[in-house]
Structure formats: structure tokens, C-alpha cells
């Protein structure tokens, strides 16, 4: 009886300390990477202004180039009042973009450019 708690006992902590392990999502928050200084009132955004915008709100060495990372596309989409753009990873592999292994990014806009979300993608999971 004693031997079943103890391998119980040990085999939930192992089980605990994997869940915690895992990898953890935040949002990027404060006014460098989720601003609201844009008035409801101002001049709506055309998407080429989201794009632009929604890059400024990445971290400064997000789109490289580094030893890893030549630059990131992104692609926006307006949906249920908003702006969504996604921005992705890549490096040059000979005259492709080879995005494997490398994160990507959602910025959330309203129309007018203030920060919904700021939201970094799983470290090292993207997918191609």
C-alpha cells in the first residue's frame, strides 16, 4: 500500500513538472508593441498602412537579417471589425524563402491602427 502512494506520488510529480515544461504563449503588451494612441476618429487604414503599422509593432530584430532569419512576410486579413495581419519568418534558400523551424507573429488592428493584440508565435514550431 505504502509502495502504491510513493510510485503515485512520484509519477504525478513527473507528470506535473512535464505540463510545466511546455512551451508558454504571452502577448506582447505596453505601448512599444501594443499601442493605443490613435483617436476612434481617425482616418481609416488601407491595408498596405496595416501591414507597415503591424511591422512596427514587432520586436526591432523580428524580420532579421541575422544568421538566421533573412526577412518575414506578412498577410492581412480584415475580419468581424478588425485588422489580422500574420507575419512570417523566412531564409533564403537559394532563390526560395524557407520558413521552417522559424516563428511567426499575429498583430491585431482595429481600423484605425490601435493595438487588439499583439500575439508571438511557438518559438522554433512554425510550420512551412
Not at 503588451?29 to 512596427?56: F, M, N, Q, S, W
Request: glycine content about 8%; aromatic content about 8%.
Amino acid at each position: 500500500m505504502i509502495i502504491r502512494r510513493v510510485v503515485f506520488c512520484v509519477a504525478s510529480f513527473l507528470l506535473s513538472v512535464v505540463s510545466i515544461a511546455g512551451p508558454v504563449e504571452s502577448y506582447r503588451t505596453g505601448p512599444e508593441y501594443c499601442p493605443h494612441d490613435r483617436a476612434p476618429t481617425a482616418t481609416t487604414l488601407t491595408e498596405k498602412e496595416v501591414i507597415e503599422r503591424a511591422r512596427t509593432l514587432l520586436p526591432h530584430d523580428f524580420c532579421g537579417p541575422d544568421s538566421f532569419v533573412s526577412g518575414c512576410d506578412a498577410d492581412s486579413e480584415w475580419a468581424n471589425g478588425a485588422w489580422r495581419v500574420f507575419v512570417q519568418q523566412y531564409r533564403h534558400s537559394g532563390d526560395r524563402k524557407d520558413r521552417g523551424g522559424l516563428t511567426h507573429s499575429y498583430v491585431i488592428l482595429d481600423r484605425v491602427g490601435n493595438c487588439l493584440a499583439n500575439i508571438p508565435g511557438t518559438e522554433l514550431g512554425a510550420r512551412n
